[in-house]
């Protein structure tokens, strides 16, 4: 899977999470989309159920914008 659908995939969870109509980017920051931890535990879970790779709310909650989750799954997912 190459960065793009990546990200596309990755946006599609976070929309479904956090009820989110706007378009997200790299730079949305997560204070946009929402930092409610039951919306969190959506997103972490979605990544681990479809693209087998672990992310921790902890790990999420550090995160300033939606690029550093990308990077940080696309990381793993190379593995």
Known sequence: ???KELFDK???FAKTAYQYKGD???DTP???LGKESMKMIA???LIED???VEVTIHEVMKMKTFGELVDRVA???EE
């Open 30 to 32: 997560f204070d946009e």
């Open 75 to 77: 990381e793993e997912h």
């Open 1 to 3: 899977m190459d960065n």
């Open 43 to 45: 997103l972490t879970s």
């Open 50 to 52: 479809e693209l087998d």
């Open 24 to 26: 997200i980017t790299a």
């Open 10 to 12: 990755l946006a599609g």
